[in-house]
């Protein structure tokens, strides 16, 4: 059939026609494709890559693959989209920050893919949250609060649904094209006025050098140009934490203390400040970024980001004192104990992409490997590159559902996730959001 004729085509490495990509996606859509013909093709494409002309193709065809939002609201409608990082919670401290700024962000998001964290997993660990409204739930939140934070529905890009789940069982991940059109795609749907990116770098990055950042960046800047999109791509490090929890929960408690004040990690702020303030100007709220600044430090300080936050929640099933009384839903994990290193020094660096996946076994449930289930686990309290570490001072808490997966993980960690030197120590300037 045409499908098999377009896979081969593909695995010899030759281009696509525009017709060939829409046929594929019909037949991803229709479910005429089987997973192993998509697995196929999704290999296919991570050997030999796709032209500029065929990315755009793929990323038209799976946004019509499902419906397209179109908005009427007193506002802009925006988004923020990040290519997957270990420890990011940046998505749900921005877009109530943008909604208690004017801005509407109907937010489509994804799970765990390979070893980076989903959005959609941290909210899964607040009891009641439904993730998966109907459509016109989801458009009546962003309505009424000002932004929706759900996963993706069989309505909305189905295609990149079953090609996303296929490419993270597949270990399919690390593509161009097929992050750009699986981004993109999403977001044309979404109906926005402007998006911002964060592109994510590093060892705990898809994209681990910084060229590879560049490539994903021009390549999203030309298939977003081509289809009238405003974005913005900022590069960041993600071969260090973020800030200090890893694992989901944790993560939402974090979230809290972020939004209430109570503590906000400084390159988290940052990170916040150089997304937010690039969507505030791109979509006309702000004329400047010192505009901008002033309002997401007045969105934060007077409370109003974290009513967003409680609104929202509150909306689509979840308790309605979350962010007042945290403990009371969000339970700590059976094992939490401190792992030291090995030997006295600095922690000279993170592989971030070894913390993700530790984090990650922890959390999967023991009867199917596929499911995030134990979302209290993680790691918390970890600590900046440079920071002198001993027997005495911890190099973070490891969360665990038994102590033999405590065991297993706290040696993986020492081993493989921190490194600590008892040599000179050089801090290297990271950038962030820039
Ligand atoms: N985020 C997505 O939505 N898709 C990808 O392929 C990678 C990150």
Excluded at 42 to 56: D, K, N, P, R, Y
Excluded at 108 to 127: F, Y
Excluded at 251 to 256: A, G, L
Aim: charged content about 20%; proline content about 4%.
């Amino acid at each position: 059939n045409d499908f098999v004729t377009i896979i081969d085509r593909k695995k010899q490495g030759l281009a696509l026609s525009s017709k060939q990509i829409v046929l594929l996606i019909r037949a991803i859509t229709d479910c005429s494709a089987s997973d192993q013909q998509i697995a196929t093709f999704t290999q296919a494409v991570c050997q030999h890559g796709m032209t500029s002309t065929e990315t755009l193709a793929l990323t038209v065809a799976m946004s019509q693959s499902g419906e397209n939002l179109k908005w009427k609201l007193n506002g802009p409608v925006v988004d923020k989209h990040s290519t997957g990082g270990v420890g990011d919670f940046m998505s749900l401290v921005l877009a109530p920050t943008l909604a208690a700024c004017g801005a509407y962000v109907p937010m489509i998001t994804g799970r765990s893919l390979g070893h980076t964290g989903g959005t959609v997993d941290k909210l899964e660990s607040i009891p009641g949250y439904n993730s998966s409204p109907s459509l016109s739930q989801f458009q009546q939140c962003v309505k009424e609060v000002g932004m929706a934070i759900v996963a993706q529905s069989s309505n909305i890009v189905p295609a990149d649904k079953r090609m996303y789940a296929i490419r993270d069982a597949t270990s399919t991940i690390s593509s161009v094209p097929l992050i750009v059109s699986s981004i993109l795609s999403k977001k044309v749907a979404e109906g926005l006025d402007a998006l911002v990116i964060d592109l994510k770098w590093g060892n705990g990055a898809f994209a681990r050098h910084y060229d590879v950042a560049l490539e994903l960046k021009s390549g999203i800047v030309e298939v977003a140009q081509a289809i009238d999109l405003k974005v913005e791509c900022l590069l960041s490090d993600m071969s260090m934490p973020i800030s200090c929890n890893v694992g989901n929960s944790l993560e939402i408690i974090e979230v809290i203390e972020f939004l209430s004040g109570q503590k906000r990690h400084p390159q988290a702020l940052m990170l916040l400040e150089n997304l937010a303030s690039s969507l505030l100007i791109k979509s006309g709220l702000a004329v400047d970024k010192q505009q901008a600044l002033g309002m997401i430090d007045t969105a934060l300080s007077s409370g109003r980001a974290a009513e967003q936050f409680a609104k929202m929640i509150h909306y689509l099933g979840g308790p309605s004192d979350l962010v007042s009384r945290p403990n009371a839903y969000l339970k700590d994990a059976k094992v939490i104990k401190p792992v030291f290193a090995k030997r006295s020094g600095r922690i000279s660096g993170y592989n971030m992409k070894h913390l993700g996946e530790m984090c990650r076994q922890l959390s999967i449930s023991k009867n199917k490997p596929t499911t995030i289930s134990r979302h209290r686990t993680g790691v918390s309290l970890l600590l900046p590159v440079g920071t002198q570490v001993d027997i005495c001072v911890p190099l973070c808490h490891l969360h665990a559902e038994s102590h033999e997966d405590w065991d297993t993980q706290a040696r993986f960690l020492q081993q493989h996730c921190i490194t600590v030197d008892s040599g000179e120590f050089t801090q290297t300037h990271h950038p962030i959001g820039q």
